[in-house]
């Protein structure tokens, strides 16, 4: 087989560890999930719609497009959903990468800019954390004729900060509008700081080169169920919608986005969870004598020492939290927030591991 070489010297695919639900001994607080389940009006949707999977979905889900775009103040023609936003991130690249043009991103972040780039034959350029936030003056200064798309994650995956409205703006203003800005935006609806930037505002007065990435795996509880969408100008969104599979959005998928949307319960409660549980780890992991990373997510990123050690360490106590050696940061663990008892549980069985 005449295989592209870019594409075989990539790592061999290694599948997330998986781990099965509520009985497992494992308590898996390492994929930044939703503890406290799925939505539940998402779940009865995709009851009363089960029946009829045996007919195709809309497929441009013209339905649940329209729900997003008007929550947002846009049109229809500024929406594109996705089999989660993973896949988001692969049609933007195989939309503007060709072999040899750079994509910017930070050294630190969500790992799937960094891999598909790569397998478009594309050459990212990294840039260092600062103070473990995007750098954003150093990433518009890495910009050059070659670059395509800039990604940027905010709040960031996986050290949990994010940068203010200004620092943003300023960003924006000093890309060219030939280069996409990507700004993955996973994790909005657990921001808490108030001068976190308004960037659908930023699409209404009709910034061109500007793609908000959002998902229902994370606050909406529907990680299982792959649903993600995007905010973007039309001609961009138009453009992306050529790229992707007729039927990427199942119809379960489809309906329980929805509902979701409407289940404003779920939403507050699955905030308020993650406030408390982002003070309870912020307290008791400085009592371990710890500095974790003032986070604005759903899971804290702390240095701990040997990552490896003490992630195999709370492996054996029956933890699994992400080691971050692999992500750019050596030292460093992140922890998903869980239910209070597994939180508790996570904290005595770290205690364990650090004596
Ligand atoms: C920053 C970020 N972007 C995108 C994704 C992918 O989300 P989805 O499950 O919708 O593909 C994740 C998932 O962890 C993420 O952390």
Same mark, same amino acid.
């Given at each position: ?180 800005? $990507?700004?993955?935006? %996973?994790? @909005? ?5 108030? /001068?976190?930037? *308004?960037? &659908?505002?930023?699409? !209404? =007065? ?42 990427? $959005?199942?119809?379960? %998928?489809? @309906? ?5 949307? /409407?289940?404003? *319960?779920? &939403?507050?409660?699955? !905030? =308020? ?83």
């Amino acid at each position: 087989m005449r295989y592209k070489e870019y594409i075989q010297n990539l790592p061999a695919y290694k599948p997330a560890k998986l781990i099965a639900g509520p009985s497992a001994d494992v308590v898996k607080l390492s994929s930044n999930e939703n503890p406290l389940g799925p939505a539940p009006k998402a779940l009865a949707a995709i009851m009363d719609a089960a029946a009829g999977v045996h007919r195709y979905p809309d497929s441009g889900a013209t339905a649940l497009r329209q729900v997003l775009a008007e929550r947002a103040g846009l049109g229809l023609g500024n929406v594109t959903c996705s089999n989660g936003s993973d896949e988001l991130i692969l049609l933007i690249c195989v939309g503007l990468i060709r072999e040899g043009d750079e994509t910017v991103l930070a050294d630190g972040t969500f790992i799937s800019y960094l891999m598909r780039t790569l397998e478009l034959g594309g050459c990212p350029v990294r840039v260092p954390l600062r103070t473990y936030a995007h750098d954003l003056s150093a990433m518009a200064a890495a910009i050059t004729e070659r670059t395509r798309v800039v990604f940027v994650c905010n709040p960031n995956n996986p050290t949990g900060t994010s940068n203010s409205a200004a620092e943003v703006r300023t960003f924006i203003a000093s890309v060219p509008e030939d280069v996409l800005i $990507v700004m993955d935006e %996973a994790y @909005v609806e657990f921001v808490e700081r108030d /001068d976190y930037p *308004d960037l &659908l505002a930023e699409l !209404r =007065a009709g910034r061109p080169n500007l793609l908000l990435l959002r998902t229902f795996a994370k606050i909406y509880g529907l990680a299982g169920l792959r649903l993600g969408y995007a905010y973007g100008p039309e001609e961009l969104i138009g453009y992306l919608e050529k790229v992707r599979p007729t039927f990427n $959005v199942n119809l379960l %998928a489809q @309906v329980a986005g929805i509902a979701a949307l /409407d289940d404003d *319960d779920h &939403l507050q409660r699955s !905030r =308020a969870h993650t406030a408390a549980s982002r003070t309870f780890y912020m307290a008791e992991l400085r009592a371990l004598g710890l500095e974790p990373i003032p986070s604005e997510t759903n899971f804290v990123a702390v240095p701990v020492g040997d990552d490896a050690v003490v992630g195999a360490g709370l492996r054996d106590r029956g933890f699994t939290v992400t080691t971050l050696a692999g992500w750019g940061l050596p030292g460093l663990i992140r922890i998903s927030f869980g239910t209070d008892v597994q939180n508790r549980g996570l904290i005595a069985a770290l205690k364990d591991v650090l004596s």
